[in-house]
């Protein structure tokens, strides 16, 4: 019957799972599901999500500031490398500014476990903090935004090739954070308040 009215079921795909057990040092969850920021670069939210296209795959590693829901910066590999997170946390840094207490959460992924990652935040005064094992709802605003795009931009669009998909990832994330609105944000997009709220403070 679905076929007939041209129907198409958006069943979302499988989450991609980074935990490869303790690689590293585990970080207590510091966030507990507290997702709520009085400024930005409070507290950000991190994780991996993979794409399958093209019989290929692709991951997609954000870093979201949960003031306003921002997507701060991206990277995209087409193996989920060390580097996926680390070029990713480099464009992050150059958003930090002096005087910010930042925190950031991720899941037990080997990723957030690695050296260099933990060296990383710790130089620059950052707190680590991490999911308990399993326990999706502890990073959930990264998972929510998963869901949006993969909802909203994935499987509601055609893509010619890897290079169209990047393209298009880039554009979508562009009007997600300028132009798509939510009512939490009264009305506004991230950006747009996050602007606003700098202005009348």
């Not at 997702?35 to 019989?55: M, Q």
């Not at 070029?87 to 207490?101: P, R, S, V, Y």
């Not at 880039?170 to 506004?188: C, E, F, S, T, V």
Request: hydrophobic content about 35%; some cysteine.
């Amino acid at each position: 019957m679905m076929g007939e009215l041209g129907l198409k079921c958006t069943v979302r795909m499988k989450k991609y799972r980074s935990y490869k057990g303790n690689v590293g040092k585990i970080a207590p969850n510091v966030l507990d599901r507290n997702f709520k920021a009085k400024k930005p670069n409070e507290k950000w939210v991190t994780d991996i999500t993979e794409f399958k296209l093209f019989g290929e795959k692709v991951y997609l590693s954000p870093m979201l500031d949960l003031f306003s829901g921002e997507i701060i910066t991206y990277t995209i590999e087409s193996r989920p490398v060390y580097s996926l997170v680390s070029k990713m946390l480099d464009k992050a840094f150059e958003h930090i500014n002096d005087g910010d207490q930042l925190m950031i959460h991720s899941d037990q992924g080997w990723h957030y476990q690695m050296g260099p990652y933990q060296q990383a935040l710790k130089k620059r005064g950052i707190t680590q903090s991490m999911s308990r094992k399993g326990n999706c709802y502890d990073n959930a605003v990264i998972e929510n935004f998963f869901g949006i795009l993969k909802s909203e931009f994935l499987y509601r669009q055609e893509f010619e090739s890897m290079e169209h998909f990047k393209k298009e990832l880039k554009q979508y994330i562009d009007y997600y954070n300028h132009k798509r609105i939510k009512a939490k944000l009264k009305g506004m997009s991230p950006v747009q308040y996050r602007i606003h709220t700098l202005k009348a403070a």
